[in-house]
């Protein structure tokens, strides 16, 4: 089975800290995406990346970095952390390839709270 | 917006019972899924349904696909208090990308 794993499912941060949310996958996919989940909004697409060193916005990277330097590891990035970044955020990944292979993996989410 | 539309918002049922939810869109779509997400949890992939293909079907899951009213629903049938979840479809406006929009969800509870 496909194992996508972020690093922390809880993490408490003060507004202008730099933060780091970090995702690994195990099945060697291209592709990787990092989302934010708010209530009544849905998954918005922040950054996915296609490729090593890859990387295109979504609908939403303001204030957000990715860093992909390995196929296994995607980083979020959040410069200078604001209270309007209080949310869950999603890592996930998928093969490239044929329609049938069109299947996002989701990691368990990590709940940042900016404070 | 192209942003699916998931109906309703919120639904219990008695268990035993089926669950029906829709989405809406308002592209036109190479394929949509289906995603369910238990509370405070990642998600988790539960069928797709090509833009050519009408229903299919999944255990206990049913899905159909009209691309002429730019709708889909999903049938559980005989549900468990283990479906109490959040769904979500998402969709792929056109093949070949990876950013696919996910609706807003709509959340079931189950009752034993």
């Known amino acids: 089975d496909v194992k996508v794993t972020q690093s922390s499912r809880y993490l408490v941060k003060r507004t202008g800290e730099k933060v780091f949310l970090e995702c690994v996958q195990d099945?060697?996919?291209?592709?990787m995406f990092w989302y934010r989940q708010d209530p009544g909004l849905g998954l918005r697409l922040i950054y996915f990346?296609?490729?090593?060193?890859?990387?295109e916005k979504g609908d939403i990277p303001e204030g957000y970095s990715v860093s992909r330097e390995k196929k296994e590891r995607f980083s979020l990035i959040l410069e200078s952390a604001s209270t309007n970044q209080t949310s869950m955020y999603l890592c996930a990944s998928m093969l490239a390839g044929g329609l049938a292979k069109n299947i996002q993996y989701f990691g368990a989410g990590t709940r940042l709270s900016v404070l | 917006s192209q942003q699916g539309e998931e109906d309703p918002q919120a639904l219990s049922i008695q268990e035993g019972e089926n669950a029906t939810m829709n989405c809406s869109y308002k592209t036109s779509i190479n394929n949509l899924q289906w995603y369910r997400q238990n509370s405070g949890r990642g998600l988790v992939h539960l069928i797709l349904i090509r833009s050519n293909e009408r229903e299919k079907h999944s255990g206990r899951l049913r899905v159909t696909l009209d691309t002429s009213k730019k709708s889909s629903s999903l049938l559980i049938t005989a549900s468990r208090a283990a479906d109490t979840a959040s769904y979500f479809c998402a969709i792929s406006p056109k093949a070949g990308t990876y950013k696919y929009i996910f609706g807003t969800g709509t959340r079931l509870k189950v009752l034993a």
């Open positions: 990346s296609y490729d090593v060193k890859m990387k």
């Open positions: 099945m060697d996919h291209e592709n």
